[in-house]
C-alpha cells in the first residue's frame, strides 16, 4: 500500500481538487483509491 498526501496550510491553493485529479488518474490505471479530506469545507463530497 502507497499513501500520497498533499498538506498546505495556506486555504485556496486548489489541494481538494489536485486530490481528486490524481485519485481519479490512479483508479483509471486499475488502482484502488481511497479519498479523504480534512478541509472544513468539504469540497470533496461535491465531486
Known sequence: MKI????????GVGKTTYLFHIAH???????????????????LECY
Open 4 to 11: 500520497i498526501s498533499i498538506f498546505n496550510n495556506k486555504g
Open 25 to 43: 488518474l490512479l483508479e483509471r490505471a486499475g488502482k484502488t483509491v481511497l479519498l479523504e479530506t480534512r478541509s472544513r469545507k468539504q469540497y
